[in-house]
């Protein structure tokens, strides 16, 4: 279990200081999938990279089963937005180099890289490179990596959030795949996107700005295994559109404020 407690963090640079979270409080259960969302700006991926142990709060504290975080660990993996490969080797070396970084021997993690990179539908792409690939390819590849040190805490920053929207749709449904066949992992995704964070979740923490704050907490109401069908349905169009209404709300309410304080 995650749980974040009170957590703010104050930046300060050039002798100015800015908060960007302040008294931010949930719980992630074991093995559970929790989606971040909320306007830019309020503190979703400062606050995973402090889950991750990237960067210490100001105030507060998180643990992970009963654990404080104070650095970074192998319990935790992290997918980024932006693919973070190495370009100048192929696409076995990159799934295998969270594994080559921990002292494992090149033929078992390199076993173990391909047997995710078939996980996520790479097979027979281990040698190419990461110009040879899309961009969708190479978050899979991404998330191989991430998968082949068997985690426990999957952390995700965004990371269909460059891709096209037929690539995007595509990534999503091969992830809730990928996540039911591990599902003893427990999952942060951030997201600004409402349908993915209705078709993939558990929970949704819907997040507030200047600065950021938990405004609401909902448990998404699907059950599991979850079937590709389940975004035609008028249950998950009602879910989506009233996690939309309250995220616009709160930004019409932070405009009007803006507003009044001028």
Known sequence: MIEVNGVSKVFTRNGASFEALHDVSFRVGTGKFTSIIGP????????????AGLIKPTDGGISIDGKEVAGS???????FQNFVLLPWADIITNAAF??????MAKS???KIAREQLERVGLAGFERHYPHELSGGMQQRVGIARALAVNPDTLLMDEPFGSLDAITRQ??????LRIWQETSDKTTVF????????ALLSDQ??????RPGRVAQTID????????????DSAEYRDFTADLWHQLERMQREDMARETTVD
Do not use: Y
Not at 42 to 49: A, D, E, F, S
């Open 108 to 110: 078992p993690r390199q």
């Open 40 to 51: 830019s700006g309020c503190g979703k991926t400062t606050l995973l990279k402090m889950i």
């Open 73 to 79: 660990g192998p319990d935790r993996a992290f997918v």
């Open 204 to 209: 949704v923490v819907i997040m507030n700005t």
């Open 190 to 197: 951030v997201t600004h996107s409402m349908d993915e964070a």
């Open 170 to 175: 595509v990534m999503q449904r091969d992830l």
């Open 220 to 231: 998404v109401p699907f059950a599991r295994p979850r079937k590709d069908a389940l975004s």
């Open 98 to 103: 969270g594994l080559e970084a921990r002292g």
